[in-house]
């Protein structure tokens, strides 16, 4: 818990006493620590799999992994995303999007053909579920 807890792009950081509850809450990730968070599963999956390494093992290890009700929702929801992106684009469409999007602050305006058959669909047509990458009314 040592590093986790001192390190800011691990979820445990991310949490605080809510004034109203009393009680640790997780708290929305920045982004430039949610790159950081995606980089780093990236990072010890290739180390700890070696060579059965895939683009799918970060996003294996989440779903596996149960964390989802230690970390902030809308946290969560953008890892899930970028993790998926990952697994379904690679490395070089994801890497890119995080630079011209997720570093950035932009949100975007996708066209739903692109990812019509993927599961990135989802988040695309929902994308006021999932506002963090995505706008509506794109002219």
Known sequence: MHHKGRNKHHFEYWTDINP???????????RKYLAEMVMDRIAACKTYQGAAYTDASPLAYLDRARESSCVNPATFRQLHFLLTMLAEKGEDETFRFIREVVLTGKRICVNITTYRRSSLAVFVQNHEIFPFFFRKNCR
């Open 20 to 30: 109203a509850t009393r009680q640790y809450e997780p708290v929305e990730m920045p």
